[in-house]
């Protein structure tokens, strides 16, 4: 009985890992912001349990003095407990030994597989942590309808509707938001603005012409450390059917917050990412490959192992109908 390889037998594939550095400029500009929302924490185990801090506790007051003689006053709390369970995602692409030899002077079959795989598991990436920001999850009190569609351009107020969520995270939880992330569709009427174009115009920072008017110049509108701009599509038509394509992140719907700017899982922030790193998983996504005889094919592999989890809902804030 002859023996074949099988897929057991993968070979950890470091160098074509290494030819993602380029790619990962290519990803930023494309609207992978899933990463930036939730930032990544190494663990070494699949699941776990761990605590979070209330923002009760975190901001509590109590009396300082001290009388001589007499002990300090201790500041009490517990831990709200939650847990994480890493799930593991990946994919494969397949290069065919005759396509390989026919292409070979074009472009190098392993990477260019690499490429796709890694994107189709980011993508699937980006999609799981898009699917925590709707109001199922954040509930009364983190939501609202912006004043005035954004489609709207001569009298939306985006400001000021970042102004009301501020106000409500700082109400919530005592955090100051850093952050807000949009769909490209909603970044490209923000951009159309009056209210934002005039406030550039009087203020005399820049020319307001829309291709000036970038991410740093908005955050600066709405006095935040970050915009974020979500680009990446997905296809929503069924197998089969005319390729439809729709973006990720819902064009109604616009998030401000804070996001965690450190790997310290203490700061507090709306979410992390939970990366178990005891199987090889990497952010960066672990790249492998084997050889298939059967079809007489090299085969590269990319996965990871990740939990996404909204941590603190009180640093969150949805605005919604900005596409109404």
Not at 281 to 294: C, H, K, L
Request: charged share 20%; glycine share 8%.
């Amino acid at each position: 009985m002859a023996l074949n390889p099988t897929a057991a037998l993968s070979t950890q594939r470091p160098d074509l890992a290494e030819s993602f550095a380029q790619f990962d400029q290519a990803l930023a500009a494309y609207g992978y912001i899933g990463a930036e929302l939730f930032p990544p924490v190494d663990v070494a185990q699949q699941a776990g349990n761990f605590g979070v801090i209330p923002i009760q506790t975190m901001i509590a007051t109590i009396d300082t003095t001290r009388a001589p003689g007499a002990g300090y006053n201790r500041g009490q709390g517990d831990l709200t407990p939650k847990t994480y369970s890493c799930l593991e995602n990946g994919a494969e692409d397949v290069i065919d030994d005759r396509e390989a030899n026919m292409y070979r002077n074009y472009f190098d079959g392993e990477q260019m597989a690499a490429i796709r795989a890694r994107d189709r598991v980011l993508r699937n990436y980006e999609i799981r942590i898009a699917a925590k920001f709707v109001t199922g999850n954040f509930g009364s009190g983190f939501n609202s309808a912006v004043a005035v569609s954004w489609k709207t351009i001569a009298s939306s107020t985006p400001a000021v509707d970042i102004v009301t969520a501020k106000k409500a995270i700082y109400a919530n939880s005592g955090l100051v938001a850093n952050a807000v992330a949009m769909s490209w569709k909603k970044w490209l009427d923000l951009q159309q603005s009056d209210d934002l174009i005039n406030r550039i115009k009087y203020a005399g920072l820049l020319d307001p012409q829309t291709k000036t008017i970038t991410t740093a110049a908005a955050a600066a509108y709405f006095d935040v450390d970050q915009v974020l701009i979500a680009g990446a599509p997905k296809i929503t038509s069924n197998e089969g059917a005319t390729v439809a394509l729709g973006s990720i992140w819902t064009d109604d719907t616009v998030f401000v917050g804070r996001i965690g700017r450190t790997n310290d899982f203490k700061e507090a922030c709306i979410g992390r990412t939970f990366n178990w790193t005891e199987d090889g998983g990497s952010m960066a996504g672990a790249v492998e490959s084997y050889r298939d005889e059967n079809v007489r094919s090299n085969v590269v592999r990319v996965r990871m192992d990740t939990d996404e989890n909204l941590i603190y809902k009180s640093a969150g804030y949805l605005l919604t109908g900005a596409d109404a």
